[in-house]
């Protein structure tokens, strides 16, 4: 192969390289609530379910949500990130505005939130943090979504529409959404089926 190439070659696969491994830019907002509803979740009674790869999902409710993207982490190598390759970290409310979330530092890990405050006291009542920010499971629906999900940063404003669901993988395995805003911890997460995701 000649020199030329291979110095081609090279320089094609670290640019890749980069694109892929960088992390995402993080968009700011000047002080304000950016998304002052809540989510809307209707409760479904009996959902019928359906396969995507090796699991059965279960709808437990139809899920909106208008949110502040807090954070985001992509997983490739835990047990479900072939269902769900990607978490958000949503905020919405006062934990949309960014002149609260200046007294926060947000982390992801492990399929977890965290946050934690810089002062003495935290720069809300906890409680609406718990209420007004959550970590969200995102399964694609489509490869449009999918794609729509890859180019969301931290600081967007999302609007998404789906559903919360229940997956029960072959292996045995059960992930099922929280129904609640307002839990913490251990299944507090929600699992979103997500049919559109709009940045807007």
């Given at each position: 192969?000649?020199?030329?190439?291979?110095?081609?070659?090279?320089?094609?696969?670290?640019?890749?390289?980069?694109?892929v491994l960088a992390p995402h830019p993080v968009r700011t907002h000047a002080?304000?609530?950016l998304a002052p509803d809540d989510p809307v979740q209707v409760d479904i009674?009996?959902?019928?379910?359906?396969?995507?790869?090796?699991?059965?999902?279960?709808?437990?409710?139809?899920?909106?949500?208008?949110?502040?993207?807090?954070?985001?982490?992509?997983?490739?190598?835990?047990?479900?990130?072939?269902?769900?390759?990607?978490?958000?970290?949503?905020?919405?409310?006062?934990?949309?505005?960014?002149?609260?979330?200046?007294?926060?530092?947000?982390?992801?890990?492990?399929?977890?939130?965290?946050?934690?405050?810089?002062?003495?006291?935290?720069?809300?009542?906890?409680?609406?943090?718990?209420?007004?920010?959550?970590?969200?499971?995102?399964?694609?629906?489509?490869?449009?979504?999918?794609?729509?999900?890859?180019?969301?940063?931290?600081?967007?404003?999302?609007?998404?529409?789906?559903?919360?669901?229940?997956?029960?993988?072959?292996?045995?395995?059960?992930w099922r959404s929280s129904m609640s805003r307002d839990d913490s911890g251990?299944?507090?997460?929600?699992?979103?089926?997500?049919?559109?995701?709009?940045?807007?």
């Amino acid at each position: 192969m000649p020199r030329w190439l291979t110095i081609l070659l090279a320089t094609l696969l670290l640019a890749t390289a980069y694109v892929v491994l960088a992390p995402h830019p993080v968009r700011t907002h000047a002080p304000g609530v950016l998304a002052p509803d809540d989510p809307v979740q209707v409760d479904i009674a009996r959902g019928t379910p359906f396969a995507v790869g090796d699991y059965t999902l279960t709808p437990l409710a139809d899920f909106k949500l208008t949110a502040r993207v807090l954070s985001r982490a992509d997983y490739s190598w835990d047990r479900s990130a072939a269902l769900s390759p990607t978490d958000f970290a949503f905020g919405w409310g006062a934990m949309s505005d960014s002149s609260v979330l200046a007294g926060l530092d947000i982390s992801q890990s492990g399929r977890w939130y965290f946050y934690r405050w810089r002062t003495s006291e935290p720069p809300i009542p906890l409680a609406q943090i718990i209420h007004d920010s959550s970590n969200m499971h995102m399964i694609p629906a489509n490869d449009t979504v999918r794609a729509q999900i890859k180019r969301v940063r931290t600081g967007d404003i999302v609007h998404l529409d789906g559903q919360l669901i229940e997956a029960r993988g072959k292996d045995g395995s059960i992930w099922r959404s929280s129904m609640s805003r307002d839990d913490s911890g251990d299944g507090a997460c929600e699992v979103v089926y997500v049919r559109s995701l709009v940045v807007m």
